[in-house]
Antibody
Framework: DVQLVQSGAEVKKPGESLKISCQVS????????IGWVRQMPGKGLEWMGS????????RYNPSFQGQVSISTDNSISTAYLQWNSLKASDTAMYYC???????WGQGTQVTVSS | DIQMTQSPSSLSASVGDRVTITCRAS??????LGWFQQKPGKAPKRLIY???SLQRGVPSRFSGSGSGTEFTLTISSLQPEDFATYYC?????????FGQGTKVEI
């Protein structure tokens, strides 16, 4: 069975850094794109960007370019979403998902508050 | 980037009603479109892939149609468990893009 298992909820202060993860099992991690989706409280879904693990090709939604970093560790079939300096407006639920598929993680709640 | 315009943003309906939701792409995307259902506090669930193919395990009252730039999701007879928010998602371009969502309310 395919599984995308995300890291747990995080509570951070503005200006702090954060890296959340999505560990994949059940398919060949390096041969499919994997992406991150943001859902702010009470709002819709936004695809932030995607990475192709085999060659680290990354495509960002222009709205998120420069705001976050997407990476992978292929040795442990894990994708990451990283912030260097969090803002209160980064408070949201974040999902990892494989594009053009039904495979989604369970979500990671990120709360940024002073 | 490809923009997806979804309508309506919300609708009120009753059990047994036929419901139609539309997505329009800013340029042709062939049939590279899926429809997702999201309930509060849950991850989205795909209902339809390739614009018109029913995901395994999804009730047959859900159907999708369209190709190119115009797509529809139809619920033939709304059931109580169908009250949720629905999104289209195109994957013809990378990264993919969602429609704005349609909240189906009682």
């Amino acid at each position: 069975d395919v599984q995308l298992v995300q890291s747990g909820a995080e509570v951070k202060k503005p200006g702090e850094s954060l890296k959340i993860s999505c560990q994949v099992s059940g398919y060949s991690f390096t041969t499919y794109w994997i992406g991150w989706v943001r859902q702010m409280p009470g709002k819709g879904l936004e695809w932030m960007g995607s990475i192709y693990p085999r060659n680290s090709d990354i495509r960002y939604n222009p709205s998120f370019q420069g705001q976050v970093s997407i990476s992978t560790d292929n040795s442990i079939s894990t994708a990451y979403l990283q912030w260097n300096s969090l803002k209160a407006s980064d408070t949201a639920m974040y999902y990892c998902a494989r594009p053009a598929s039904s495979y989604w993680g369970q979500g990671t709640q990120v709360t940024v508050s002073s | 980037d490809i923009q997806m315009t979804q309508s309506p943003s919300s609708l009120s309906a009753s059990v047994g009603d036929r419901v139609t939701i539309t997505c329009r792409a800013s340029q042709g995307i062939s049939n590279d479109l899926g429809w997702f259902q999201q309930k509060p506090g849950k991850a989205p669930k795909r209902l339809i892939y390739a614009a018109s193919s029913l995901q395994r395990g999804v009730p047959s009252r859900f159907s999708g149609s369209g190709s190119g730039t115009e797509f529809t999701l139809t619920i033939s007879s709304l059931q109580p468990e169908d009250f949720a928010t629905y999104y289209c998602l195109q994957h013809n371009s990378n990264p993919p893009t969602f429609g704005q969502g349609t909240k189906v309310e009682i």
